[in-house]
């Protein structure tokens, strides 16, 4: 133990330097985490679509991904877009992110209840499904008929209020149903409906299933290029000859469809960093190639009329957070938040580095040195005798020495530092042997 005490450092020396600093480090850093903008929640409420819809399939998947870093996606099944947009703006809803489908609002409304598009899914095309003999080519030939478009906040009642009317038509020339997607393809199919409109992506089992029913016809958009610049957040695509079964050559020729696509939509006050992981989610889904779009074309931060959040223009712009291609998602967001605190700390301890190693220092050899002060003051009294009571002073100085001798054998000090330390006590022995000298010349043996 006396090893051990002689040749490390000496820790309480060392507390006392550096206890001030770590002390001011804690402040300064628990300032800064009160300060700076609070970390992220571990949980996210999502807003998706009915029970066992594309939406909710696909939250399922954003769920999966979110968890591999520590984050929950609580998902709560809706009616529609139009549900979705009213809980996300509810500010007394804990619902902060759902999809919606592009053409349910416009920019001044999203933008005054606070919406902002985290970007584009994927496209959702109109599809128009209907018997009859002959194909039709325009929207006005439906006038008249029974046409099915969905059931309450699913959002296509807008868009396809607004195809009707560039169509020099209103919803009362025709008969609008509002049946829930499979009763309303069983009436279609039993010749109780005549015309279904979905707005789905090209891979629901219901929109294949019809396209390869026999006679069911899919509406050939011939004039999408005006759609689309009528209204902007429609798309024009193709869906290809052969897509459905190439060696049955379904469908038979390329048909022109108009499509809105499926955004993420949030409310602006979503943490930014949870934005983050929601844009990252979506680039590992929907990045591959499907029947209507490339590779790489979604996510995208085109074909939506809700403003897209800064976050997410700087993810279409520049990827991912560096930090976050090196560090786990807690670790990086966390030196993101407190960098400017970091920053602040670094400049501080640069001067205090320079301060406390000399302050360590002079802890140590201070119990040394201290004591050649007793030294001095001893040499003072045995300069100035007094002829009378010379050999009395001499020996309490004598005895004053073996006192800070004892003492001194006492004292504690690294190894780095025992020089100093057997100097001290070689310089002791020095005074010692001038005092003994003094008491010789007085006559005293053996002092």
Same mark, same amino acid.
């Given at each position: 133990?006396?090893?051990?005490?002689?040749?490390?450092?000496?820790l309480r020396?060392l507390?006392?330097?550096?206890g001030?600093?770590?002390?001011?480090?804690?402040?300064?850093?628990?300032l800064g985490l009160?300060?700076?903008d609070?970390?992220?929640?571990r949980v996210?409420d999502?807003?998706?679509g009915p029970?066992?819809s594309?939406?909710?399939?696909l939250a399922?998947?954003?769920?999966?991904e979110l968890?591999?870093n520590?984050i929950?996606?609580?998902?709560h099944?809706?009616?529609?877009?139009?549900?979705?947009?009213e809980?996300?703006?509810?500010p007394?809803?804990e619902i902060?992110?759902?999809?919606?489908?592009?053409?349910?609002t416009?920019?001044v409304q999203?933008?005054?209840?606070g919406?902002?598009?985290?970007?584009?899914?994927?496209?959702?095309?109109i599809?128009?499904?209907?018997?009859?003999?002959k194909?039709?080519?325009?929207?006005?030939?439906?006038r008249g008929?029974r046409?099915?478009?969905g059931?309450e906040?699913?959002?296509?009642r807008?868009?396809?209020?607004?195809?009707l009317?560039?169509?020099?038509m209103?919803?009362?020339?025709v008969?609008?149903?509002?049946?829930?997607?499979?009763?309303?393809?069983?009436a279609f199919?039993d010749?109780?409906?005549?015309? &279904?409109? %979905?707005s789905? /992506?090209?891979?629901?089992p219901?929109?294949?299933?019809? +396209?390869?029913?026999? $006679?069911?016809? *899919?509406?050939?958009?011939?004039q999408?290029?005006?759609?689309?610049?009528?209204?902007?957040?429609?798309?024009?695509v193709?869906l290809?000859?052969g897509?459905?079964?190439?060696?049955l050559d379904?469908?038979?020729?390329?048909?022109h469809?108009?499509?809105?696509?499926?955004?993420?939509?949030?409310?602006?006050s979503l943490?930014?960093?949870?934005?983050?992981?929601?844009?990252?989610?979506?680039?590992?889904?929907h990045?591959?190639a499907?029947?209507?779009?490339?590779?790489?074309?979604?996510?995208?931060?085109?074909y939506?009329?809700?403003p897209?959040a800064?976050?997410?223009e700087?993810?279409?712009?520049?990827g991912p957070?560096?930090?976050q291609?090196? &560090?786990? %998602?807690?670790? /990086?967001?966390f030196?993101?938040?407190m960098w400017?605190v +970091?920053?602040?700390? $670094?400049?501080? *301890?640069?001067p205090?580095?320079?301060?406390?190693?000399?302050?360590?220092v002079w802890?140590?050899?201070?119990?040394?040195?201290?004591?050649?002060?007793?030294?001095?003051?001893?040499?003072q009294v045995?300069?100035?005798?007094?002829?009378?009571?010379?050999i009395p002073?001499l020996?309490?100085?004598l005895?004053?020495?073996d006192?800070?001798?004892?003492?001194?054998?006492?004292i504690?000090?690294?190894?780095s530092?025992?020089?100093?330390?057997?100097?001290?006590?070689s310089h002791?022995?020095?005074?010692?042997n001038?005092v003994?000298?003094?008491?010789?010349?007085?006559?005293?043996?053996?002092p």
């Amino acid at each position: 133990m006396q090893k051990i005490k002689f040749t490390l450092f000496s820790l309480r020396d060392l507390i006392v330097a550096f206890g001030p600093v770590t002390l001011m480090v804690l402040i300064v850093g628990g300032l800064g985490l009160w300060l700076v903008d609070p970390a992220p929640s571990r949980v996210v409420d999502m807003s998706t679509g009915p029970e066992n819809s594309g939406y909710e399939r696909l939250a399922k998947r954003y769920a999966e991904e979110l968890a591999k870093n520590q984050i929950t996606l609580r998902f709560h099944t809706s009616q529609g877009s139009s549900q979705n947009l009213e809980r996300i703006s509810d500010p007394d809803s804990e619902i902060e992110v759902g999809f919606v489908r592009s053409g349910s609002t416009d920019p001044v409304q999203a933008s005054d209840k606070g919406l902002v598009s985290l970007g584009s899914l994927f496209y959702e095309p109109i599809w128009i499904f209907y018997r009859d003999k002959k194909e039709l080519t325009t929207i006005s030939q439906f006038r008249g008929k029974r046409i099915n478009i969905g059931a309450e906040g699913t959002g296509v009642r807008r868009i396809f209020e607004q195809i009707l009317s560039v169509n020099s038509m209103s919803p009362e020339d025709v008969s609008l149903q509002r049946l829930e997607d499979t009763p309303a393809t069983m009436a279609f199919l039993d010749g109780k409906m005549d015309v &279904l409109v %979905f707005s789905t /992506a090209s891979d629901a089992p219901l929109v294949q299933m019809l +396209l390869q029913t026999p $006679g069911v016809r *899919l509406f050939d958009f011939v004039q999408a290029e005006a759609y689309t610049r009528r209204f902007p957040y429609l798309s024009q695509v193709v869906l290809p000859r052969g897509i459905v079964d190439i060696g049955l050559d379904i469908p038979s020729r390329d048909y022109h469809l108009i499509s809105p696509t499926a955004t993420l939509v949030a409310h602006e006050s979503l943490h930014p960093a949870l934005m983050g992981q929601l844009l990252q989610a979506a680039q590992r889904i929907h990045s591959k190639a499907d029947w209507l779009s490339r590779q790489g074309e979604f996510p995208s931060d085109r074909y939506t009329e809700i403003p897209v959040a800064a976050e997410a223009e700087k993810f279409y712009k520049n990827g991912p957070p560096v930090l976050q291609r090196y &560090l786990s %998602f807690w670790m /990086a967001n966390f030196v993101e938040r407190m960098w400017v605190v +970091l920053v602040a700390l $670094g400049a501080l *301890l640069l001067p205090l580095s320079k301060i406390i190693p000399p302050l360590y220092v002079w802890r140590i050899r201070s119990r040394i040195y201290r004591w050649y002060g007793q030294l001095r003051t001893v040499e003072q009294v045995i300069d100035h005798l007094n002829p009378e009571d010379k050999i009395p002073v001499l020996e309490r100085q004598l005895r004053r020495l073996d006192e800070i001798e004892n003492k001194v054998n006492h004292i504690s000090v690294p190894l780095s530092y025992a020089e100093e330390l057997y100097g001290l006590r070689s310089h002791i022995h020095f005074v010692r042997n001038r005092v003994q000298s003094l008491l010789v010349q007085q006559g005293v043996q053996n002092p």
